[in-house]
């Protein structure tokens, strides 16, 4: 199908302070430098740049916090989840209808725009990503709360980070895929095991192939009324999208990332994205924002041929 042109909404979420590594704070910049609204508008969409959210530097901050009551580690909770809470009610005000970009910043950011765009419509959540980040404070080996997003939309976790929007999980797991998960920490393969989360690992991908997953996650969202992706880049090979704080061999290809998001635009469901984890520090000639770019025109209805 192809994308019927609209309003697309930009929103920049310049947050470093759910991982330890600088640099993805200027991710914002550098995706709008490699030309986002310049190939949206060229696909028809008219085009709203909200600017960036205002973020606390990690040097203002100082230490990231010590162990929370009852153990564990969560590092910057209240400044996480206060950035959070502002995504969620500064995308509450974009008209339902149109479709909306978030740009980071680390993984963290999506709590409060999955939180957000949950609220409005029942909604599928691919987790596109090299990473399950189903950790929670008591089993995540960083204390990084980059690693914790899903099990905070899932309900488990700390409070201040379950309950963005709302009290409770944003998600049932039904409503959540994860594509190209190839490094998890004990305690997520145990989690994922339960098997109620469809998990497309690499593997899974290399037996398969992507056209063949990304049509069976389709059909697992079915009754959904909208689909977000939230796309890490490290979820790619780290050789074409080297800038990630993260990188794990063994990714996506250049032709596998953008056949799935081809296959996604096809369902006329994707309405939300994040494209988070671009650390032009670690990038060579921004070909790793250049990436996303070109991505998230795929996923918005960019075709080879009409």
Known sequence: MTAVP????????????????????????AVRYARLQHRLEGLGYRVQDAGNLAVPQVEELG??????PGGGRAHHLPQ???????????????PPADRAIFI??????????????????????IWVDAHADINTPHTSPSGNIHGMSVAALLGAGPAALVNIGGDG???????????????LDGAEKARLAQG??????????????????????????????????????DALEPSIAPGVGTPVIGGLSY????LLMEILADSGKVRTLDLVEVNPILDRHNSTAAMA????????GQQILP
């Open 169 to 183: 999980a944003t998600l049932q797991p039904a409503q959540l895929a994860m594509v190209a998960t190839r490094d």
């Open 104 to 125: 980071g910043g680390d993984h963290s950011i999506s709590i409060g725009t999955v939180a957000a765009v949950a609220q409005r419509q029942r909604v599928g959540v």
């Open 6 to 29: 609209g309003d697309v909404h930009i929103l920049g979420i310049p947050m470093d302070l759910g991982q330890s590594r600088r640099g993805v704070d200027m991710g914002p910049g």
């Open 255 to 258: 032709r596998e990332a953008h």
């Open 63 to 68: 230490q990231p916090g010590a162990a929370l």
């Open 196 to 233: 109620d989360i469809a998990v497309y690992t690499m593997r899974t991908i290399d037996e398969d192939g992507i056209g063949t997953i990304a049509r069976r996650l389709l059909a697992g969202f079915r009754e959904v009324d909208a689909l977000h992706v939230s796309l890490d880049l």
């Open 293 to 300: 770019v070109d991505l998230a025109a795929s996923l918005f």
């Open 80 to 94: 996480v989840a206060a950035v959070c809470q502002t995504i969620y009610e500064r995308v509450q005000a974009f």
